[in-house]
């Protein structure tokens, strides 16, 4: 795998089977800084702006594949987020119950005394939810990468040379590319 290609170079295409390899690296990548954040500070969570680029880069190609924008990347984006959100509201009882109370006892207080009490509360006990939702952090981030990146493996790549380049090799063929 061309790593530089892959995560720091915006243009150009790639095929679905190289595509799905790298999210692999980048998925884990967020996830060993999520636990990371999670155990030691929750500070270290700022790392996770440094594989944003990449992220940029690999779904950008992918799109360049299918004869589209890069910019359709933001679509992938809120879709993420819009997943993240739902299924952490759905497993965070589930798998972090004490995190789930945490946060009900945190919006009692922004309901009784305001929004500065709930950024004061939230301040003091941040590094702990973020120790208590690990686990739900970790698999939503799991499940959410995976349905996107499942959706942009699926896309159909251009057969002709478009815009950002010729076609892929055909990944039956062999491509690795």
């Given at each position: 795998?061309?790593?530089?290609?892959?995560?720091?170079?915006?243009?150009?295409?790639?095929?679905?089977?190289?595509?799905?390899?790298?999210?692999?690296?980048?998925t884990a990548i967020f996830m060993v800084?999520?636990?990371?954040?999670?155990?030691?500070?929750?500070?270290?969570?700022?790392?996770?702006?440094?594989?944003?680029?990449?992220?940029?880069?690999?779904?950008?190609?992918?799109?360049?594949?299918?004869?589209?924008?890069?910019?359709?990347?933001?679509?992938?984006?809120?879709?993420?987020?819009?997943?993240s959100m739902i299924l952490s509201a759905?497993?965070?009882?589930?798998?972090?119950?004490?995190?789930?109370?945490?946060?009900?006892?945190?919006?009692?207080?922004?309901?009784?005394?305001?929004?500065?009490?709930?950024?004061?509360?939230?301040?003091?006990?941040?590094?702990?939810?973020?120790?208590?939702?690990?686990?739900?952090?970790?698999?939503?981030?799991?499940?959410?990468?995976?349905?996107?990146?499942?959706?942009?493996?699926?896309?159909?790549?251009?057969?002709?040379?478009?815009?950002?380049?010729?076609?892929?090799?055909?990944?039956?063929?062999?491509?690795?590319?």
């Open positions: 795998m061309d790593y530089r290609f892959l995560f720091l170079e915006p243009q150009g295409r790639l095929s679905p089977r190289p595509f799905a390899r790298a999210l692999v690296v980048l800084i999520t636990v990371l954040a999670a155990v030691v500070s929750p500070g270290l969570g700022i790392l996770q702006y440094a594989v944003v680029f990449p992220y940029v880069c690999l779904f950008g190609k992918r799109l360049h594949d299918a004869g589209l924008s890069a910019w359709l990347w933001l679509v992938f984006l809120a879709g993420t987020g819009f997943l759905i497993l965070l009882p589930v798998l972090s119950p004490q995190a789930y109370e945490m946060q009900a006892d945190l919006q009692k207080v922004m309901e009784a005394d305001g929004l500065n009490a709930f950024l004061e509360a939230l301040t003091a006990r941040g590094a702990e939810y973020a120790r208590l939702s690990a686990v739900t952090s970790v698999a939503t981030l799991l499940i959410s990468s995976a349905f996107t990146g499942f959706a942009a493996y699926r896309m159909r790549s251009d057969p002709k040379t478009n815009r950002h380049g010729p076609p892929t090799l055909d990944v039956r063929a062999g491509d690795f590319s």
